[in-house]
């Protein structure tokens, strides 16, 4: 089954809803030859209640079973419902480069990051540095980073006296800009191609207001070496200078007007509404001048300190 909305994103309660009604359709149709052209009637009381026209909505509904038993013949759809509109596809476009994964790497491929070492080990302490080469796992979050480094240290390297690193060079991509695609280079969805993609390229920032002291701090995780993190926002005032607990949260991330132009600091020229309470979410780092292979000069600080 696919189906696709090119009002944006459906509530939760109606996707399950039209999934519920979907599959009782294929149900109720399994056999029958003329495919259906109207929605079903819990599908538009879904529709209805949602705000959401019919005209935004694009379904066509495919017995798998046959399929799956064998047989290479294609039936007719049980459901066909504006199934030849142009749609945005949205997430249905997985689809697409999930079949191309599967085509070209095969369902048993897993993706590998070799870590080397150019040096000699003596007393737990590296005296060379340790190489990183990326291969393109896109999964590469901070607890998988996290399980790889101890594999590092199960080997005896407990302090490294040289550089960590970082190796890019199986991804040759020319320079990119994040917001090419929708005017939101912030957001990690839209994260660049990267050898070493760690964990998205995102940094988790949690803002929690501070009525009393009339500001919102500011965490970060995992904290940027060599970078420069704004500890505090102001809060969000009225006109008559005191702030409005009770105001609409709104779009919280452009209210704060972020700054990251500076790929050494992270900087908000804008205000946190108090009603947005503590809300904690990722945003995407710009990428940092691009070599094939860069030193990462804190990293072996940080590390002997760990």
Not at 12 to 20: D, P, S, T, V
């Amino acid at each position: 089954m696919l189906f696709n909305c090119s009002c944006g994103r459906l509530k939760a309660y109606l996707a399950a809803g039209l999934l519920a009604a979907m599959a009782g359709l294929t149900a109720s149709l399994a056999g029958a030859q003329t495919p259906v052209s109207a929605l079903p009637p819990d599908v538009d009381a879904l529709l209805a209640r949602a705000k959401v026209p019919q005209g935004a909505l694009a379904a066509i509904v495919i017995d798998a079973a046959p399929a799956m038993n064998g047989q290479s013949a294609l039936l007719p759809p049980l459901l066909s419902y504006r199934a030849n509109a142009s749609m945005n596809p949205a997430s249905v476009m997985k689809l697409v480069t999930t079949y191309a994964g599967l085509e070209l790497l095969g369902p048993s491929f897993t993706w590998n990051t070799p870590v080397y070492v150019d040096g000699t080990v003596k007393d737990g302490v590296l005296q060379g540095d340790l190489i990183i080469q990326g291969k393109g796992d896109p999964k590469l979050v901070l607890e998988r980073l996290w399980l790889l480094l101890r594999r590092v240290q199960g080997l005896g390297i407990h302090t490294i006296a040289g550089d960590i690193v970082l190796d890019r060079s199986a991804f040759v991509v020319g320079a990119q800009d994040a917001g090419d695609f929708d005017s939101e280079p912030l957001r990690p969805y839209n994260a660049t191609p990267d050898a070493l993609l760690i964990n998205y390229k995102s940094v988790v920032m949690t803002f929690v207001p501070n009525p009393g002291g009339g500001n919102a701090s500011v965490s970060f995780e995992p904290p940027l070496a060599s970078v420069q993190m704004q500890a505090s926002v102001p809060l969000a005032v009225g006109s008559n200078g005191a702030g409005h607990p009770l105001a609409g949260c709104g779009d919280y991330r452009t209210r704060l007007k972020a700054d990251f132009s500076d790929p050494n600091r992270i900087a908000f020229n804008g205000s946190y509404a108090p009603a947005c309470g503590e809300k904690p979410g990722p945003w995407l780092m710009p990428s940092r001048p691009a070599t094939p292979t860069a030193p990462c000069w804190a990293c072996g600080r940080r590390w002997a300190a760990s």
